[in-house]
């Protein structure tokens, strides 16, 4: 039931739509063109979907960005950029790390040493990162 080419009537029902999910997810809804959807959203005012309500926003800092995302229905890595974005610390509490580990940071891919320590390699990225440590393809390359 794809609109192509014909010109859209547009009900009420379909505008009450827009906004209220990603332009994709609307238009496949209603069987239209991503697109359409954009353009008919954006012609009439209405704010790109975003499913960062002010309560989501508030739970930010004071529950995990896990369980923010869950009720969402985003990745966490998503919570967690728009809590950076917004200033907002994070709920858990940064990894100490001992020497030995500091010193492995950039010895190996960032996932092999997140394995190793049992944590994710974005954990790894934002340790060696912080202390300014070079990738391990850094290192390969300079050979």
């Known amino acids: 039931m794809k609109?192509?080419?014909k010109r859209i009537h547009w009900t009420n029902k379909m505008l009450n739509l827009l906004g209220t999910d990603t332009d994709p997810n609307v238009g496949a809804k209603l069987g239209i063109?991503?697109?359409t959807v954009r353009k008919k959203r954006a012609r009439l005012g209405i704010p790109k979907y975003?499913?960062?309500t002010?309560?989501?926003?508030e739970l930010m800092g004071k529950v995990s960005d896990e369980s923010i995302a869950k009720k969402i229905g985003v990745h966490k890595a998503v919570v967690g950029q728009k809590r950076r974005e917004l200033g907002i610390p994070s709920i858990t509490?940064?990894?100490e790390w001992t020497d030995e580990e500091i010193s492995l940071l950039g010895k190996m891919s960032d996932l092999k040493l997140g394995e190793m320590l049992g944590i994710s390699h974005d954990s790894v990225r934002d340790a060696?990162?912080?202390h300014n440590i070079k990738s391990h393809l850094s290192l390969r390359r300079k050979k």
């Not at 002010?54 to 926003?57: G, K, V």
């Open 54 to 57: 002010p309560e989501a926003i």
């Open 50 to 52: 975003s499913p960062f």
């Open 93 to 95: 509490k940064a990894r």
């Open 3 to 5: 609109h192509r080419g």
């Open 128 to 130: 060696r990162l912080k």
């Open 33 to 35: 063109a991503s697109d």
